[in-house]
């Protein structure tokens, strides 16, 4: 079965520069969950979309951004990277999240800040 | 707030060991309950849950049951593998209009079987 795909799986940046993660959720789902987890550290969410619009947004900081696109894609956008950063980053995707239904996650993108 | 407090790893255990791992909720509300997975270097798998009071969740020889009256969703296994080493989570999610099935994480259990 197709599961939530995240690009790329590792990813190492310098101090200020830009990344971009991204999630391409389960065929059909139309809800996308951005979550960030330091070492050692349980996940937070970040924010989500349901069909391409922003329905929840948590301790994101206002250097990052993200979207959905038309094809249910998302993408999180960090500028300005600073070392506290660096976290494993997961997508999570789930079918219209109004019904409460599971999220599945994707493996993640390791991002080093160096 | 919604907040869950799961017990402090790590825990390590003999393998055919039993494994119980403690939760217990706060939330404004009636929260679907979950249990998540983290195997090492690897992503969040769904382990098992529990959407109402008195639902009892399994999967795998695991099991989690929807306490209301104790606010708690405790993990239990009777006899863990050392294939069961991971970290646990457990998490709940709200339907309300500032909580919209996000998922709030307790810190996480690490687990330790040793053969």
């Known amino acids: 079965a197709a599961g939530v795909i995240q690009s790329p799986r590792h990813l190492i940046k310098e101090k200020r520069e830009t990344a971009t993660l991204k999630c391409y959720p389960i065929p059909r789902h139309d809800t996308v969950y951005w979550y960030q987890q330091g070492p050692g550290q349980d996940p937070q969410f970040l924010i989500s979309?349901?069909?391409?619009?922003?329905?929840d947004k948590g301790s994101i900081p206002d250097r990052f951004s993200a979207q959905q696109f038309s094809d249910y894609h998302s993408e999180l956008n960090m500028s300005s990277l600073e070392l506290g950063d660096s976290a494993l980053y997961f997508c999570a995707s789930s079918l219209d999240y109004r019904q409460n239904t599971e999220a599945f996650f994707g493996q993640g993108t390791r991002l080093t800040v160096v | 707030g919604n907040s869950v407090t799961q017990m402090e790893g790590p825990v390590t255990l003999s393998e055919e060991a039993f494994l119980t791992i403690n939760c217990t909720y706060t939330a404004t509300g009636y929260p679907s309950l979950f249990w998540y997975v983290q195997y090492p270097g690897e992503g969040l798998q769904l382990l098992l849950k529990a959407t109402k009071a008195d639902d009892k969740g399994s999967n795998k020889g695991f099991e989690a049951t929807y306490r209301k009256e104790t606010t708690s969703f405790h993990l239990e296994k009777g006899s863990v593998q050392v294939s069961d080493s991971a970290v646990y989570f457990c998490?709940?999610?709200?339907?309300?209009?500032?909580?919209?099935?996000?998922?709030?994480f307790g810190a996480g259990t690490q687990v330790v079987v040793t053969p």
């Open positions: 979309f349901y069909e391409k619009m922003q329905s």
């Open positions: 998490a709940l999610s709200l339907m309300t209009t500032d909580s919209w099935g996000k998922l709030q």
